[in-house]
C-alpha cells in the first residue's frame, strides 16, 4: 500500500515539473499568453463537464449507460 502512495506521489510530481517546465519554456519563447488563450475554452468546458457531473451524483444522463444488471 505504501509503495501504491509513492509511485502515486512520485508520478504526481513529475507531472507537476513537466507542466512547470512547459510554461518556464513558452514564457522564454513569448507564446506563454498564446498557450493561456488557446487552453482557456478547453478547461472551461472540462470545469463545467465536472461540475455538472458533481451535480449528477457521478451518474451519467447518457440513456446508453447501463449497470452492470441493465438497469440505469
Known sequence: MLIRFGLIAG????????????????RRKGKLEDARRYAD????AG?????????????SRD?????WDGRR
Open 11 to 26: 508520478g504526481v510530481v513529475v507531472l507537476a515539473l513537466l507542466i512547470f517546465a512547459v510554461a518556464v519554456v513558452l
Open 41 to 44: 475554452p478547453m478547461v472551461r
Open 47 to 59: 470545469l463545467r463537464a465536472a461540475a455538472r457531473r458533481f451535480e449528477d451524483g457521478g451518474r
Open 63 to 67: 440513456s446508453r449507460t447501463r449497470r
